[in-house]
């Protein structure tokens, strides 16, 4: 089953307006990813956050990690035309060695 | 000096051919992956190697078999094609294996229409 699931499927924003988006999963995990998908292209990796980790940086990218809610979210300050894509959150499964990438939140940043 | 290249970028074909997918990743990563990616954006992973072993084998059909040559490499086969086959399929490698987990260096994708 699923086990990352990112909210809102679809965000339409204004240029410099700051986006935010949840993930959220069910099952204790090790490490959280962000991942960026532009259209046409592969994923790209954007920021790790560990589960003793609450928060992290990475120029405009802010990662927040609630693991008693299990739940993260991305906010992508003074948003760009560059910034349209898909965002998958991934976490771990534990039983498998594996990451599980959730369905997406499609982002598209209006000029 | 591309991280990782899959060849072809397109693959259009009929039902019942078989077809390959190749992947190759200049990283010096030891783990290599195929996902499945369908036409909701749902990312599904298939299959994992490390070092050319074998250590993820999602349920997949047994018409699709991956071969590691050696730890650069994954290539993808896929025998007697079927119309839900089409997607685009993705390798991808990171530095090791396991938990925690790595983070995933993706190609560029191959998206496959069977028709």
């Known amino acids: 089953s699923q086990q990352g699931e990112e909210d809102p499927q679809a965000l339409s924003i204004q240029e410099g307006e700051n986006a935010t988006m949840n993930c959220s999963y069910k099952?204790?995990?090790?490490?959280l990813q962000w991942y960026r998908q532009n259209s046409g292209r592969g994923l790209v990796h954007l920021i790790l956050?560990?589960?003793?980790?609450r928060e992290k940086h990475s120029g405009r990218l802010r990662v927040t990690l609630d693991t008693s809610k299990k739940s993260s979210s991305l906010l992508i300050t003074a948003s760009r035309a560059a910034d349209t894509a898909s965002y998958f959150c991934?976490?771990?499964?534990?039983?498998?060695?594996?990451?599980?990438f959730g369905s997406g939140t499609r982002l598209s940043i209006r000029p | 000096d591309t991280a990782v290249s899959q060849t072809p970028k397109y693959l259009v074909t009929q039902m019942g051919n078989d077809k390959s997918i190749k992947c190759e990743q200049n990283?010096?990563?030891?783990?290599m992956y195929w996902y499945k990616q369908d036409s909701k954006k749902f990312l599904k992973i298939m299959f994992s190697?490390?070092?050319?072993?074998?250590?993820i084998n999602e349920t997949v059909p047994n018409r699709f078999s991956p071969k590691s040559p050696d730890k650069a490499h994954l290539n993808l086969h896929i025998n007697s094609l079927e119309l839900g086959d089409s997607a685009v399929y993705f390798c991808?490698?990171?530095?090791?294996?396991?938990?925690?987990?790595?983070?995933?260096?993706f190609g560029p994708g191959t998206r496959l229409t069977v028709t």
């Open positions: 190697y490390n070092n050319k072993e074998l250590i």
């Open positions: 991808a490698s990171s530095q090791g294996t396991g938990l925690p987990s790595y983070e995933q260096y």
């Open positions: 990283l010096g990563h030891d783990t």
């Open positions: 099952t204790s995990i090790n490490n």
């Open positions: 991934a976490t771990d499964d534990s039983s498998a060695s594996k990451i599980i």
């Open positions: 956050i560990r589960s003793n980790e």
